[in-house]
């Protein structure tokens, strides 16, 4: 069975400081795919990364990167100089079949002035 | 460039009513699923769409209807609303290609039953 950890309940920082959210993931699969999504206090859900498990180069956009790494089944996003504006609940999701998604249960982070 | 429309955004039932909450999307997509969020859990898929005419069941379907008689719409239906059903709703859709496509999200329905 599928499962998403985000074992991050909530993380404070102050503004500038760097963070990362953690996401382990468990699947029998040996095709899936793992996004991230931001959702802001407005309420949306915002579509932050997609990547497929052939694919463990980490990427980075921006002030946020994303690690992947298949050996411990995780893929782990970090925040460079964080912003107020990145106060969010970040989800992490995984995907067998196709476009069913499963989410972890959310990590909130709150950045400070 | 409307994306996915859900209606309402509020939605207050008591106990034992029905409603619908309505879904559009205008991009065309194939797939269109319904989650619903709830506190500490994240988001859970109740039910999901691979086509018109083509329904399916997600990991909570239990309390809930569906039915997608167009691309463009794929209403849920609550049939006797319960108060654990108290929860926000996001419709999602996509393309149904082979590199699962990502989800495009409504702005959710927030429903209370009391």
């Known amino acids: 069975a599928q499962k998403v950890t985000q074992a991050q309940t909530e993380i404070s920082v102050v503004e500038k400081e760097d963070v990362t959210l953690d996401c382990v993931y468990e699947?029998?699969?040996?095709?899936?795919?793992l996004f991230w999504y931001k959702q802001p206090p407005s309420g949306e859900l915002v579509f932050l990364i997609r990547?497929?498990?052939?694919?463990?180069q980490n990427e980075i956009s921006g002030r946020y990167s994303w690690n992947f790494q298949k050996s411990t089944s995780s893929f782990n996003f970090t925040i460079t100089a964080s912003q107020v504006v990145d106060s969010a609940v970040y989800f992490c999701a995984l995907s067998e079949a196709k476009n069913k998604l499963v989410f972890g249960a959310g990590t909130i982070l709150r950045v400070k002035s | 460039n409307a994306g996915v429309t859900q209606t309402p955004k509020f939605q207050v039932l008591k106990t034992g009513q029905s409603m619908t909450l309505q879904c559009a999307q205008d991009?065309?997509?194939?797939?269109m699923s319904w989650y619903r969020q709830d506190p500490g859990m994240g988001l859970r898929l109740i039910h999901y769409?691979?086509?018109?005419?083509?329904?399916d069941q997600g990991e909570v379907p239990n309390g809930y209807n569906v039915s997608r008689s167009t691309t463009e719409d794929f209403p849920l239906r609550l049939l006797s609303a319960a108060p654990s059903q108290t929860s926000v709703y996001f419709c999602a859709s996509s393309y149904s290609g082979p590199d699962n496509s990502p989800l495009h999200f409504g702005n959710g329905t927030r429903l209370t039953v009391t």
């Open positions: 699947t029998r699969d040996t095709t899936y795919y």
């Open positions: 769409s691979v086509g018109a005419g083509i329904t």
């Open positions: 990547r497929n498990s052939f694919d463990e």
């Open positions: 991009m065309n997509h194939e797939y």
